[in-house]
């Protein structure tokens, strides 16, 4: 027992895991096991279950690559949005960023990444083949692609309209006014509003 | 289905309460919650155990007002510390914070906050009672005063040295040489180290 870890093992162990959340190091780690265990019953109880809960149920959704309790998630389920429109997002926070704007209705394909020479990560590492075959469904008429406005996401987005240009579905792009170098997740909801309304052709 | 909340209810109900950690706001909750789901059986699925753990098996020490796994602490059940001197702190992540520092091998007693008069803080709702029960101990020899240098910690440390002196009990303080205002738990090691080995009577 020789310098007794702070709390015991059980804590100890509680504050290393918090700090691996992003947003958390590890002083904040303490603050946050300090005060769910001081908010034991209103706090550290429910979110131990909301995590368990998360864990058992929550699942990627095998039509758009969401996060959702069902498969097919709720969004793909929705028989009253638009299926003849799909907009590319490379993640889901950016799916969730669309979705509180509230200026579309159509269905979502999450990439789960943008392609990257430096990282290895080639067509195949991410949802593309998915989003090609779904994009050849004659219930397709138009692909938006809304990849953030950084390199890698302009890259994996004009890749993605290479494959799809000459084939019958309509290829967009949001429309110019995001920052450059801002990430979709970080803009305001009029902004992203604006520039999913304006949407122009690639040509 | 109006607007589907993003990823379902359980989602939306892990990302309300992780947003209540202190460290975490709506945003950087979700970023966690995206995060947690990416790591499922590294991270999700090991935090989801450890909260529930420490939900069910750490307590607040009888004694000392410690959190451990055990009643007593493993601080009060370490029969190589120095049971004659007491250190007050206002909260258990001062006590953590003296542990890393490595300065002091004697005992605790955690306030659990500190006296105000503008929140209605008496002292019957605070550890001061058994505190100065334990000082009536014949085995303590020395208390020493390590609330916070602010004007709340400083107040509380002057009432509970105003209860002890003139009793059979040594009354010490941490040495001047922390910063005016500080926070014990934001010291360098060094700092409070040297605090502690400089510690003064109270007079």
Chains 1, 2 share one sequence.
């Not at 097919?72 to 389920?77: E, F, H, M, N, V």
């Not at 889901?92 to 990439?111: C, K, M, S």
């Not at 309209?161 to 110019?176: F, M, P």
Request: aromatic fraction near 2%; charge should be neutral.
């Amino acid at each position: 027992m020789d310098s007794p870890s702070p709390g015991g093992g059980e804590l100890e162990r509680l504050m290393q895991l918090l700090a691996r959340i992003p947003g958390l190091g590890p002083r904040s780690a303490r603050r946050a096991a300090l005060h769910l265990m001081r908010k034991r019953e209103a706090l550290l109880v429910p979110l131990a279950e909301a995590l368990t809960r998360a864990a058992a149920n929550v699942r990627r959704c095998g039509v758009c690559g969401n996060l959702d309790s069902t498969d097919p998630c709720a969004i793909c389920r929705d028989a009253r949005r638009d299926t003849s429109i799909l907009c590319v997002v490379e993640d889901v926070a950016d799916l969730w960023a669309l979705e509180r704007a509230g200026a579309y209705r159509g269905r979502y394909h999450v990439l789960g990444g943008t392609l990257s020479a430096l990282d290895g990560v080639n067509p195949d590492d991410l949802a593309i083949p998915s989003l090609l075959a779904r994009a050849r469904s004659p219930e397709v008429h138009e692909v938006i692609l809304a990849t953030n406005a950084t390199v890698e996401g302009q890259t994996t987005a004009h890749y993605i309209a290479d494959r799809l240009i000459g084939n019958e579905v309509k290829v967009t792009a949001l429309a110019h006014g995001m920052p450059m170098g801002g990430e979709l997740d970080y803009l305001d909801d009029g902004t992203l509003g604006w520039a999913i309304k304006s949407r122009h052709p690639v040509s």
